[in-house]
């Protein structure tokens, strides 16, 4: 069942939503589906329609959320502008939104899933917030190598000290004592961004960042069930293992 939220937000231009794909089941697990381009665009495909094709056992007990950003969403704080604050936008009011849909259940464990400019986001996010997001599955990630950033993030970030704060790999370096212990990251690839892909291996290895890194068969650099099934698939491993006694009384 899909539902959809229209969100009022301080944080972002008027006409951003959220929607929900749920589970026939209780729901066991929220996964934030990140996306790569601002509002509803469609250029990469819909997450949640390639979701809905996922075998059933990748999709039992996960209520699958979408938001959508009123511009590229890199999930940044602008340096000045009130109306391009992505990250407290997630933080503030989509999460909040979707756990309110939940009614009086107990929260379950908050995962982040993403490729592209997604994949960037969600291991940003899962650094700076570690206590939020329990695990981040992403595919072809963008900008965990040497090269500068995209244009569309410097204008999202509105300066260069802001820009400086969601640098990717400075923020796995600034919290990596926080990601050490358990395994949280799942890294995937390899799609278009291959150098991404090998850089932030060696980086998370370099850190002593617990993670599974793999290789699957090169797919198109878009929302697509070729990648989504692995990454969803090493997603409900690492859950197993954070969580290993609630999976056993759910089990």
Same mark, same amino acid.
């Given at each position: 069942?899909?539902?959809?939220?229209?969100?009022?937000?301080?944080?972002?231009?008027?006409?951003?939503?959220?929607?929900?794909?749920?589970? =026939?089941?209780?729901?066991? #697990?929220?996964?934030?589906?990140?996306?790569? /381009?601002?509002?509803?665009?469609?250029?990469?495909?819909?997450?949640? =329609? &390639?979701? @809905?094709?996922?075998?059933?056992?990748?999709?039992?007990?996960?209520?699958?959320?979408? *938001?959508?950003?009123?511009?590229?969403?890199?999930?940044?704080?602008?340096?000045?502008?009130?109306?391009?604050?992505?990250?407290?936008?997630?933080?503030?009011?989509?999460?909040?939104?979707?756990?309110?849909?939940?009614? /009086?259940?107990?929260?379950?464990?908050? %995962?982040?899933?993403?490729?592209?400019?997604?994949?960037?986001? +969600?291991?940003?996010?899962?650094?700076? %917030?570690? @206590?939020?997001?329990?695990?981040?599955?992403?595919?072809?990630? !963008?900008?965990?190598?040497?090269?500068?950033?995209?244009?569309?993030?410097? &204008?999202?970030?509105? !300066?260069?000290?802001?820009?400086?704060?969601?640098?990717?790999?400075?923020?796995?370096?600034?919290?990596?004592?926080?990601?050490?212990?358990?395994? #949280?990251?799942?890294?995937?690839?390899?799609?278009?961004?291959?150098? =991404?892909?090998?850089?932030?291996?060696?980086?998370?290895? +370099?850190? =002593?960042? *617990?993670?599974?890194?793999?290789?699957?068969?090169?797919?198109?650099? @878009?929302?697509?069930?070729?990648?989504?099934? *692995?990454?969803? #698939? #090493?997603?409900?491993?690492?859950? !197993? @293992?954070? %969580?290993?006694?609630?999976? +056993?009384?759910?089990?």
């Amino acid at each position: 069942m899909l539902s959809r939220v229209l969100l009022e937000s301080p944080f972002q231009q008027p006409g951003t939503e959220v929607t929900m794909l749920w589970p =026939d089941q209780r729901v066991r #697990r929220l996964v934030l589906v990140l996306p790569v /381009e601002k509002g509803d665009g469609t250029k990469y495909g819909r997450g949640l =329609d &390639e979701i @809905r094709l996922l075998p059933a056992d990748l999709r039992d007990g996960t209520l699958f959320a979408a *938001p959508t950003f009123s511009a590229s969403p890199w999930l940044v704080n602008h340096a000045s502008r009130a109306d391009c604050q992505q990250e407290d936008h997630l933080l503030r009011v989509v999460v909040p939104t979707v756990l309110a849909a939940l009614g /009086e259940q107990e929260r379950p464990p908050l %995962h982040l899933l993403g490729f592209s400019k997604g994949g960037f986001a +969600a291991l940003n996010l899962l650094a700076r %917030h570690p @206590r939020v997001f329990a695990a981040a599955s992403v595919w072809d990630p !963008s900008l965990l190598s040497d090269r500068p950033p995209h244009p569309q993030l410097v &204008e999202a970030a509105g !300066s260069a000290a802001r820009l400086d704060a969601y640098d990717v790999r400075l923020n796995l370096r600034r919290h990596a004592a926080a990601l050490r212990g358990a395994r #949280r990251i799942a890294l995937g690839g390899v799609g278009t961004l291959e150098a =991404d892909w090998i850089a932030g291996r060696q980086l998370l290895a +370099a850190l =002593d960042i *617990p993670h599974r890194a793999y290789r699957d068969a090169p797919a198109e650099h @878009r929302w697509d069930t070729a990648w989504l099934a *692995p990454a969803m #698939r #090493r997603l409900l491993t690492l859950e !197993s @293992r954070l %969580h290993p006694d609630r999976n +056993a009384q759910e089990g």
